[in-house]
């Protein structure tokens, strides 16, 4: 079973720094794709960046110079480094995974391939 586990956020002031981290623990044999994504109350959820496991990364076009995204492949963990924050940013942000997990079932290797995601971290920005 894989879980994706969210910290950080909380409380930040306009023109400051936040940090988002990710873990994904479990019979995880690879990683692909990690992102974080946002989603406002009666909105759609939406892409804030993406990191594919050689590094190359994607952002919104909202966040570009002001948000970065990285990650550590040894941990398993990808984070989101949120500077100049606005009050707009404020919202629950969600990671996702693109996980190739494992299972041994008597011996036999089983894998399976799936998205998952993270229960959400909550960022709030004001003065």
């Known amino acids: 079973q894989v879980q994706l586990v969210e910290s950080g956020g909380g409380l930040g002031q306009p023109g400051g720094s936040l940090r988002l981290s990710c873990a994904a623990s479990?019979?995880?044999?690879?990683?692909?794709?990690m992102g974080w994504y946002r989603q406002a109350p009666g909105r759609q959820r939406e892409l804030v960046a993406s990191?594919?496991?050689?590094?190359?990364?994607r952002y919104a076009d909202a966040v570009k110079g002001r948000l970065t995204i990285s990650r550590d492949n040894a941990k398993n963990t990808v984070i989101l480094q949120m500077n100049s924050l606005k009050p707009e940013s404020t919202t629950l942000y969600y990671c996702?995974?693109?996980?190739?997990?494992?299972?041994?079932?008597?011996?036999?290797?089983?894998?399976?391939?799936?998205?998952?995601w993270g229960h959400g971290a909550q960022v709030a920005v004001s003065s």
């Open positions: 996702d995974a693109d996980v190739t997990a494992y299972r041994d079932v008597e011996d036999i290797f089983h894998f399976h391939a799936a998205l998952y």
């Open positions: 479990g019979s995880i044999l690879s990683i692909g794709d």
């Open positions: 990191v594919t496991s050689a590094g190359t990364t």
